[in-house]
């Protein structure tokens, strides 16, 4: 099984920056898609960023621009530069990633999630 652990998250002021890292371990598929949701206070989980074997990225509207995967082929680790952060990024931090297993079935693995709180 895959296990994720993220880290990086914590307290920091509008405008600030912060950079989260995923650490992912056990064995992963060369057909994956890592990346990050959060879960914003009375919000429902919305995906971030994710990034894709391959090379391929995505990012949500409302981080586009502000928001970025640097690590885009690393099978081992992820990571998300988060900048000019806003008191609305506020939020649990998912990491996840996606394997492709036989048959085309596909199994999701999350981390335990990363705290970032940004306010003045």
């Given at each position: 099984?895959?296990?994720l ?38 919000k ?25 995967v ?19 990024d ?31």
């Amino acid at each position: 099984q895959v296990q994720l652990v993220e880290s990086g998250g914590g307290l920091v002021q509008p405008g600030g920056s912060l950079r989260l890292s995923c650490a992912a371990s056990g064995s992963i598929s060369s057909t994956y898609t890592m990346g990050w949701y959060r879960q914003n206070p009375g919000k429902p989980r919305e995906l971030v960023a994710a990034a894709a074997s391959g090379g391929s990225t995505h990012y949500a509207d409302s981080v586009k621009g502000r928001f970025t995967v640097p690590s885009v082929g690393a099978k081992n680790t992820v990571y998300l530069h988060m900048t000019n952060l806003k008191p609305e990024d506020t939020a649990i931090y998912y990491c996840f990633c996606t394997v492709v297993e036989t048959k085309g079935l596909s199994t999701t693995y999350w981390g335990r999630g990363t705290q970032v709180t940004v306010s003045s």
